[in-house]
Nanobody, 126 residues
């Protein structure tokens, strides 16, 4: 599985960006996919995840109501719509995929995701 992110950039606080993650695999019916981010000097952290088969989603608390994760089956692409961006959202954002297992969506654990994109930089200025 190859994952390629795009859509990062620089915006002012309060602005919006939409990240895309294009996947090489034809079907993800048994997969969960997620977005993670890593700020300089910090651990990589969970942002949001989606179960490909039914679109069930999970969000990290600080992005609830501001970010929306979605997927397009026909395009094998996952998205992260980010609104009301804050300076603390500044990070490299990674998309990731893993085969479904019990609880993997809710746990949002970096260690449970097997496939990763190269990352895309998001910078939010105040």
């Amino acid at each position: 599985v190859q994952l390629v992110e795009s859509g990062g950039g620089s915006v002012q606080a309060g602005g919006s960006l939409r990240l895309s993650c294009a996947a090489s695999r034809r079907t993800f019916s048994n997969y969960a996919m997620g977005w993670f981010r890593q700020a300089p000097g910090k651990e990589r952290e969970f942002v949001a995840a989606i179960r490909w088969s039914d679109g069930n989603t999970v969000y990290e608390e600080s992005v609830k109501g501001r970010f929306t994760i979605s997927r397009d089956n026909a395009k094998n692409t996952m998205y992260l719509q980010m609104n009301s961006l804050k300076p603390e959202d500044t990070a490299v954002y990674y998309c990731a995929a893993t085969r479904l297992s019990f609880g993997v969506l809710a746990r949002g654990s970096v260690d449970e995701y097997d496939y990763w994109g190269q990352g895309t930089q998001v910078t939010v200025s105040s």
